[in-house]
């Protein structure tokens, strides 16, 4: 029989509020296995622990039930205290009544009754805990960071920093992400490329950094320590370690009419290409769908000009498998699609263009070099319309749009509608707002200078509908200060497209078992005190895959991922989840039914000597669990047909002495 | 219990720790009420849940059982809450076979972002449940005190 102790905690009046804590205490006092029962303000505090620890002693407990928060927030709080008194931090049970009870309940009698039963599930469980011992696994000494945007790049370089190997998995050509497409940042207005290559080089050139280019994550397999990764390294038919990067080819290639990606389409590539002159790697890569060679077999022009005679036409995709013991997803953004809008005519008129093609038009190494010219004639733009939120903040859109706030399209547009102004003092600029929203050191300071010192026109009101009319736009909008329509012709429009996680971020979420929110962003183990961790241990995210940020804010979120990555690998061992399944050698017949629902391949068979009554043996074969490689999920305690499986800390009898004290 | 006092049907509800366990805690956080009948256990994936859990649980007089997990392809295990869907096709047939009304059981998806779907899931899951009055067909009244 255990000797319980119960914890009600009032967690100030977070529970106390709704739910009699001195009632709750009295009435499991005389649940069975129950010696001691008391309540206290806040059991988390150190006085809280404390009580704990005493009662323990005193009352020579041998489990503990704490009546506080969500065992997601403080099991790992209880747990310790409980070791730190000498018991086994197994033996401690959360009955969850504040989420669960107290912050949804209103009337006290409720919350009360509602309280006791989820105590008495608790103290029926405990009754049932037994000691588990954690195991103990190795730690891979290397982490992957997948995504070679800032965030990646700054993860990599911290982590290197602290002295342990990094790959990074990038799937473009080349590391530097969106922010290498950047003309200026705000609000310093320095150039995006001056303080973004020398990092890539850094990156290029730590001893500690590889750089996978133009590659994928294919699978990930293993858990936190013990990663098993496979990158594919897609071909791009020049040899890396060949190519000086000298460029001669990309400018001899005939095959002229290839989309350049990096400048949106705006103007075109080779087929064999370098995405911009600081690429890192800095080498060519031929793109397969448009090389003449590779589609019929006639050209070779470019390997014929390769001095360095890199070109290699007959090179595969490369499957390259490594451990890690840490990853960083760093997947990155991307402005979402306009086709479905289609009231600001961006489909239809060459001159309605989204921000990030208006900072390749404004950038000295854009399809313009720098000057900003309508792309549909060349012209000159004199009257220039910005609008805000499109497809951001739209509840009311949201088959086309997002609900949520995008978060750097005011300050990119106060940078925008400046940097016009300031270089084209003779364009009028208008910008159409819901709001305009400036959180952040210097932001709100650097958008009045927008309007007051460069008289951008900031109105407030939606803009209902772009029509081309000749080589004009007509802009159809609402002042809503004035309460007025207003119609202004535009030589261009440029839309503030919401943005949206990287698309792959969905299948390497599910290759990390890594969980999204309804946005495809990634979720944190606790948004507020773990907002780099995943909830899967040793996944950690780093930058705009978690959510909207701007780069300041994705460069703290990338080092701060780094620093945790780092503390993993540090350690020489990791301690295992013991709440792993383990099979009852007696009970198992040896059926197989568990092993072929394991995700992980934890189980095996062996082959077992058991003296049977009449004083001979007989070799069974019977199911054998590995507790290094068990996640404790329980799929086979439900498909072992004998009942032989069950999982350490969920055991069968413990579930249903839960749902026998609910129902009673 | 008074005569007069209104119906409040027993419910269980099974949570897997990674999803639906903080979808509930989100319900809480954001403070979206639902009814005090339903008890959360939480389990470590909704894989977890055996079928025996359900049985027990009309035998000892719940109402209505509901189990909650990931959605489909999210789940923290890969494949833990498809073994749910399909396990649980099989028995809740079997079980409105033995009388046990479909409306009584259900799987239902539910991500850690999802707090405002988990309480209104509860709320609905619990209506309709009460519409269907008391479950006895299962209830073993020898195992009341």
Redesign the interface.
């Known amino acids: 029989m255990q000797r319980i102790g119960v914890f009600v905690c009032w967690c100030g009046s977070n529970i106390a509020g709704t739910v009699d804590v001195k009632a709750v205490a009295e009435a499991l006092r005389s649940e069975p296995g129950v010696v001691f029962s008391t309540d206290y303000q806040y059991m988390c505090s150190q006085a809280g622990q404390e009580i704990i620890k005493e009662a323990i002693k005193e009352h020579k407990l041998t489990g503990v039930v704490v009546c506080s928060c969500?065992?997601?927030?403080h099991e790992a709080t209880f747990r310790k205290t409980a070791q730190a008194a000498g018991l086994n931090p197994y033996m401690v049970e959360i009955a969850?009544i504040?989420?669960?009870?107290s912050?949804?309940?209103?009337d006290m009698e409720?919350?009360t009754?509602?309280a006791i039963?989820?105590g008495r599930?608790a103290v029926a469980k405990v009754n049932l805990n037994a000691p588990l011992i954690p195991g103990q696994t190795p730690v891979t000494k290397r982490a992957l960071v997948i995504g070679g945007g800032i965030a990646g790049i700054q993860t990599a370089l911290d982590i290197a920093e602290a002295g342990f190997p990094v790959d990074i998995v990038e799937k473009k050509p080349t590391i530097g992400g969106k922010m290498a497409q950047i003309d200026k940042t705000f609000p310093t207005l320095d150039c995006a490329a001056c303080i973004l290559t020398p990092k890539m080089v850094d990156v290029a050139q730590n001893e500690n950094i590889r750089i996978f280019s133009y590659s994928e994550v294919q699978e990930v397999k293993g858990f936190v320590g013990n990663f098993n990764v496979k990158i594919k390294k897609k071909a791009r038919f020049v040899k890396e370690d060949v190519c000086t990067g000298c460029g001669i080819c990309t400018e001899k290639c005939p095959q002229k009419k290839v989309p350049n990606e990096f400048n949106l389409g705006m103007d075109n590539r080779r087929a064999v290409y370098i995405p911009f002159a600081q690429a890192v790697p800095k080498v060519a890569t031929i793109d397969a769908d448009y090389c003449t060679m590779l589609k019929t077999g006639k050209c070779g022009l470019c390997a014929k000009v390769c001095t360095a005679g890199a070109i290699d036409y007959t090179q595969k995709d490369e499957i390259i498998e490594e451990q890690y013991g840490a990853i960083v997803a760093a997947t990155g953004f991307n402005p979402i699609s306009l086709d479905k809008f289609d009231e600001y005519a961006y489909n239809q008129s060459k001159d309605v263009i989204t921000s990030l093609e208006f900072e390749r038009l404004t950038n000295a190494a854009g399809p313009t070099a720098g000057k900003l010219l309508r792309p549909s004639d060349g012209k000159h733009p004199h009257t220039i319309v910005f609008v805000q939120c499109v497809g951001s903040r739209c509840a009311a859109c949201a088959d086309k749009g997002k609900e949520y706030c995008s978060k750097i399209c005011c300050m990119y547009t106060a940078k925008h509608a400046m940097l016009t102004r300031d270089k084209y003092p003779d364009t009028d600029v208008y910008v159409f707002y819901i709001d305009v929203r400036t959180p952040g050191k210097n932001f709100d300071e650097f958008y009045r200078r927008a309007v007051e010192e460069y008289g951008v026109h900031y109105i407030k009101g939606m803009v209902g509908k772009v029509s081309p009319q000749g080589d004009k736009l007509m802009v159809q909008a609402s002042d809503l200060l004035a309460n007025k329509q207003l119609h202004i012709e535009a030589d261009l429009v440029v839309l503030a497209a919401a943005i949206e996680p990287d698309k792959s971020a969905r299948s390497i979420?599910?290759m990390l078992?890594a969980?999204?929110?309804?946005n495809d962003f990634f979720?944190e183990a606790h948004p507020k005190l773990r907002p780099v961790e995943s909830?899967?241990a040793g996944v950690f995210l780093s930058g705009t895959c978690q959510g909207p940020k701007d780069i300041p804010e994705t460069v703290s979120q990338a080092s701060a991922a780094a620093a945790k990555v780092i503390g993993l690998l540090a350690k020489d061992k990791l301690t295992s989840n013991p709440?792993v399944a383990h099979a009852d050698e007696l009970m198992c017949n040896g059926c197989s039914s568990c092993a072929n629902?394991c995700?992980y391949g934890a189980i095996s068979y062996i082959d077992k000597e058991f003296r049977m009554p009449n004083r001979t043996t007989a070799i069974r074969r019977v199911a054998s669990v590995n507790p290094a490689v068990c996640?404790?999920?329980?799929?086979c305690?439900?498909?072992c047909p004998s009942g032989a499986m069950d999982?350490n800390g969920?055991e069968?009898a413990q579930?249903?002495a839960?749902?026998?004290a609910?129902?009673? | 219990m008074s005569i007069n006092s209104e119906y409040k049907p027993?419910i269980?509800a099974f949570c897997c720790?990674?999803?639906s366990?903080?979808g509930?805690?989100l319900?809480?956080?954001n403070?979206?009420?639902?009814p005090?009948n339903v008890?959360?256990?939480?389990?470590?994936?909704s894989?977890?849940?055996?079928?025996?859990?359900i049985l027990?649980?009309f035998q000892?007089?719940?109402d209505g059982v509901i189990l909650c997990g990931?959605h489909p392809?999210?789940?923290?295990?890969?494949?833990?809450n498809y073994?749910t869907r399909r396990?649980m096709a099989l028995l809740f047939s079997m079980l409105e076979y033995l009388g046990i009304e479909k409306e009584r059981t259900r799987v239902e998806w539910v991500?850690?972002?999802?707090g405002a779907k988990f309480?209104a899931t509860m709320n609905d899951f619990t209506q309709t449940v009460a519409a269907l009055g008391e479950n006895k067909r299962l209830e073993d009244l020898r195992c009341k005190?």
């Open positions: 969500s065992p997601r927030m969850n504040r989420e669960q009870c912050w949804i309940h209103k409720t919350g009754q509602k039963i989820l599930a979420a599910t078992t969980s999204m929110d309804t979720t909830p899967t709440c629902v995700p996640q404790g999920c329980g799929a305690t439900v498909a999982l969920f069968s579930i249903i839960e749902v026998d609910i129902c009673r | 027993k269980v720790n990674w999803c366990y903080a509930a805690d319900a809480g956080s403070r979206l009420a639902y005090e008890k959360i256990i939480r389990v470590p994936c894989c977890r849940v055996n079928p025996m859990f027990r649980a000892r007089g719940a990931c392809g999210d789940c923290h295990y890969t494949s833990g073994y396990r991500s850690a972002a999802e309480a005190r």
